[in-house]
């Protein structure tokens, strides 16, 4: 089974509206770390946001949020106001296991163009 | 200055020859990773290292070698290079305090490969 599955692999958005990127994830153990990482078309990976599997509260960076429903094993991506700059790839990735065996692991990344 | 630098940016090869991709870091991070980026399959771990004497195979590490030099520098070697290690390797780092899970990973700016 996969363990990070992000079903979108395309999505189109007209600018300043906001947009929702879909992660659902999969895993036994009750600490993990869920990360959102953008990959313009320069190539490089930016952190963009972190939520703790034991954070109550939904993490927020500036126009991103992070949608974290537990029972759900979902962690979408929200960006407010979107901007033509955000058009890139998004990966979501977890971070799982015990000290000294943790790993982090990808989703297949959803490309998000934003339409002037 | 990056922090995490990689070099070549963009190689490269024929089938057969033996390639190393170099990774230098001054975050001062004892963990270090070498993935490997292929369109529609996200970002996959070839190999990992927790501090200078340790050494662990990711999830597609045949095919490839690497060297934890020192705990700045790890490098990654393709002995004899094929076509389908034709891909973007990214080199990356993290902290090992405090809660695991919770140490994003930070990317270097990426090794475009080509091997004929």
């Known amino acids: 089974a996969q363990k990070i599955t992000q079903t979108q692999p395309g999505m189109f958005v007209q600018e300043k509206e906001a947009v929702t990127l879909d992660c659902t994830y999969d895993t036994s153990d009750q600490s993990y770390g869920l990360f959102w990482y953008k990959q313009p078309s320069s190539g490089e990976m930016i952190f963009l946001i972190y939520q703790g599997s034991y954070d109550e509260q939904n993490a927020t960076e500036g126009r991103y949020s992070l949608n974290f429903q537990k029972a759900r094993k979902s962690a979408n991506l929200v960006i407010s106001a979107s901007q033509l700059g955000d058009s890139a790839m998004y990966f979501c990735?977890?971070?799982?296991?015990?000290?000294?065996?943790?790993?982090?692991?990808f989703g297949t990344g959803t490309r998000l163009t934003i339409i002037p | 200055d990056a922090d995490v630098t990689q070099t070549p940016r963009n190689r490269i090869t024929k089938t057969g020859k033996r390639i190393m991709l170099e990774c230098s870091q001054t975050?001062?991070?004892?963990?270090m990773y070498w993935y490997r980026q292929d369109p529609g399959l996200g970002l996959r771990l070839i190999y990992y290292s927790f501090d200078v004497k340790d050494i662990n195979k990711g999830e597609i590490s045949d095919g490839y070698s690497v060297s934890r030099q020192a705990q700045a520098k790890f490098s990654l070697s393709l002995e004899s290079a094929i076509p389908n290690q034709t891909a973007l390797y990214f080199c990356?780092?993290?902290?090992?305090?405090?809660?695991?899970?919770?140490?994003?990973?930070?990317f270097g700016p990426g090794t475009r490969l080509t091997v004929l």
């Open positions: 990356a780092t993290s902290d090992a305090s405090g809660r695991l899970v919770d140490n994003e990973q930070f």
């Open positions: 975050k001062g991070h004892d963990r």
């Open positions: 990735a977890m971070r799982e296991g015990n000290f000294g065996n943790e790993k982090l692991t």
